[in-house]
């Protein structure tokens, strides 16, 4: 699976948008890129995942280059809530489902 | 009720002492996983299942086992525990699909004095 690089911390006021970036130059055609967030400890909660096309749900939009060397997680309004660690995920079709976690970027949000 | 349950939450214990970690789902997924993760870092693979008869090493599987007791059961056993094994430990499950999202439970917070 591709390694992934994203900056460690990030902050964002209330409301605003939060745009959390992810590098994963390596990827390859059959990877997808999964985002997950965890708050304070508690577990991973997936968020979104896709392959090549921008993807969006209740929680999030994923927008992925053409290229798909990197990819954005956009949170369009955030809450104080939202503060947390999230985590880029890329993984194969064929994987085990097994999910190799980096560090993480900590995404503070302030009032 | 939670789908992912772990119990216990919290665990202090002595080393060289046997611990067994338990997790239950009500979500009907036949893959489980466990997990551990140390203060500041990412999440790491301890052992995977795929159904009842399948068990799989993960990244880190030295010093633990686990059982496969039944679909909804996935147990993690620390034969002899260690201080390096104080952790935070997380169980997740998934669907069939290799392209399925994980779920996971609450997760436990083991201390090995």
């Known amino acids: 699976d591709a390694k992934t690089t994203q900056p460690p911390s990030m902050d964002c006021a209330e409301g605003r948008a939060a745009n959390l970036p992810c590098n994963h130059s390596t990827i390859s055609g059959n990877e997808y890129v999964y985002w997950y967030r965890q708050i304070h400890s508690q577990g991973p909660q997936y968020i979104i995942h896709?392959?090549?096309n921008n993807e969006t749900n209740e929680m999030a939009s994923l927008i992925i280059t053409e290229d798909r060397k990197s990819s954005t997680l956009i949170l369009p309004h955030a809450t104080l809530r939202d503060t947390a660690v999230y985590y880029c995920i890329v993984r194969s079709s064929s994987n085990t489902g097994k999910l190799i976690f980096g560090q993480g970027t900590t995404l503070q949000v302030k009032p | 009720d939670a789908d992912v349950t772990q119990t216990p939450r919290n665990r202090i214990t002595k080393t060289g002492k046997r611990i067994m970690l338990e997790c239950s789902q009500t979500k009907g997924h036949d893959r489980m996983y466990w997990y551990r993760q140390d203060p500041g870092l990412g999440l790491r693979l301890i052992y995977y299942?795929?159904?009842?008869?399948?068990?799989n090493k993960g990244e880190i599987s030295d010093g633990y086992s686990v059982s496969r007791q039944a679909q909804a059961k996935f147990s993690l056993s620390l034969e002899s525990a260690i201080p390096n094994q104080t952790a935070l430990y997380f169980c997740?499950?998934?669907?069939?699909?290799?392209?399925?999202?994980?779920?996971f439970g609450p997760g436990t917070r083991l201390t090995v004095l």
């Open positions: 299942s795929f159904d009842v008869k399948d068990i």
């Open positions: 896709g392959l090549k």
């Open positions: 997740a499950t998934s669907v069939g699909s290799g392209r399925g999202e994980q779920f």
